[in-house]
């Protein structure tokens, strides 16, 4: 039957689609996959990010089910209650000042949204993105992503007026410092750009990932955003913080820009907003949005009254059942015990994350990407019933993402398998 599947899959479905794994799903539940036979899985990749209450929250499905049966589109032929209760929920859970929003339905559509509001507002051209971030793969959207070459090639031209700035990635620093005595060289090379490559005075926005998603689940020190936020202000440029992935209480915040104490300009928020319906949004402050005027930008879909009423429900799940507190309890188990295990096996390189936002580094003995051992290690434990996705350029870092209800004991069974993997596949690593 999945062979079948498969087969067919292939004659009509574009093969640039990649699927992460050959599961053929029958249902989903929590944490758990079950394919047709009925084997299980434990989804540590939420659906890239995704499911963060979990694959069918109970409440979500009622919520969908009774919005589904009132109406399922409006087109913006009429207003719905859901759409506006939900930008009143999403306002008080977003940093400070951001309580106002324009849905779309994909992550990439809020980042092309984010980037015409920006230069709409401030009449610049000019964008600035940092190398090893995606940012999705609509044309604006790839103009800026520098995750992987893949996603470029054979693309061009590109938006004009992009620049890129090295993404703090202090395992594989661009600048080969060391943590220890780092003299923040990715900040002045952002100086040295205004100087050399362009007035910052023609630069609309900036855009970054608080914690790099695709690009590897990289951590960066909370001064280099906070020097960011710094040059925006002296520069009139806005800081747009794209969390399509890092938001949504997948960080053990609501959004990860809470960890480092700096505020956007205009934030994207996408993937973890509607338990897996298709929705986003391009958020921002009333001062930036009341400057943008009505038909300035559009949508057909977007803001889905059944999609709208599975975010409320969303919310309400995260807030409700404490998924906060548990990705921030969980994770750091999960966080203490992969550092533990660093020290055991010399083919984990780096450890890093917040809440569940976890990124494993493998490493060859000299440090380079252990691409091939970590493509094994994935598929011993898919054999096993658990589905880990991989991130990173070279495809050699685990990005750990269970939904955010995930328990300790799960975890611990999840982290059980990967050891195993790791010991069985690479044993000497
Ligand atoms: C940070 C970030 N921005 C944008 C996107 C694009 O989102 P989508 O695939 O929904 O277009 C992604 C997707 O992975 C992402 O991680």
């Not at 703090?168 to 090379?189: A, H, L, N, V």
Request: proline residues 4%; aromatic residues 8%; glycine residues 10%.
């Amino acid at each position: 039957m999945e062979d079948d599947l498969i087969k067919r899959a292939g004659e009509v479905l574009t093969a640039a689609l990649v699927m992460h794994t050959d599961v053929v799903a029958a249902r989903a539940q929590g944490i758990y996959v079950e394919d047709s036979h009925g084997k299980k899985y434990m989804d540590f990749s939420s659906g890239l990010a995704t499911t963060n209450t979990g694959h069918n929250h109970p409440r979500v499905v009622e919520a969908i089910k009774k919005q589904a049966e009132a109406f399922i589109h409006s087109g913006c032929i009429f207003r719905y209650e859901s759409l506006i209760v939900l930008a009143e929920n999403l306002g008080r859970v977003t940093p400070p000042g951001i309580d106002m929003f324009f849905f779309s339905n994909s992550g990439a559509e809020a980042v092309e949204g984010s980037l015409k509001l920006a230069r709409f507002v401030t009449g610049r051209k000019g964008i600035i993105a940092f190398t090893g971030g995606f940012h999705g793969r609509t044309y604006g959207a790839v103009s800026l992503t520098t995750s992987n070459i893949r996603y470029r090639k054979n693309y061009l031209p590109f938006l004009p007026g992009v620049y890129h700035s090295p993404y703090p990635y202090c395992y594989r620093c661009f600048f080969g410092q060391k943590r220890e005595t780092c003299s923040m060289d990715c900040t002045e090379y952002l100086e040295r750009l205004f100087k050399y490559t362009i007035s910052p005075e023609e630069i609309a926005c900036m855009i970054i990932e608080p914690v790099l998603g695709e690009g590897g689940y990289v951590v960066p020190p909370a001064a280099f955003l906070q020097k960011l936020r710094e040059l925006c202000d002296r520069w009139g440029i806005l800081l747009i913080l794209d969390e399509v992935q890092s938001g949504m209480g997948r960080t053990g915040k609501w959004f990860a820009s809470e960890h480092f104490g700096v505020l956007p300009d205009i934030m994207t928020v996408a993937k973890g907003i509607a338990s897996g319906l298709p929705l986003s949004a391009v958020s921002s402050t009333k001062a930036i949005m009341s400057k943008w005027p009505a038909g300035a930008h559009g949508t057909t879909f977007g803001g889905n009254p059944v999609a709208c009423a599975a975010a409320i429900a969303t919310l309400a799940v995260i807030e409700e059942d404490g998924l906060l507190e548990n990705a921030r309890v969980v994770g750091s188990y999960a966080l203490e015990r992969l550092r533990a295990a660093r020290e055991k096996y010399p083919c984990i390189g780096d450890v890093r994350g917040l809440g569940l936002m976890i990124g494993i580094e493998f490493v060859t003995h000299g440090r380079g990407p252990y691409t091939e051992g970590l493509k094994q290690i994935m598929a011993y434990c898919l054999g096993k019933g658990l589905i880990l996705i991989e991130s990173g350029v070279d495809k050699n870092i685990i990005r750990l993402a269970p939904p955010l209800i995930v328990k300790k004991e799960e975890m611990e069974k999840g982290l059980d398998i990967l050891e195993e993997a790791i010991e069985k596949v690479t044993g000497s690593c």
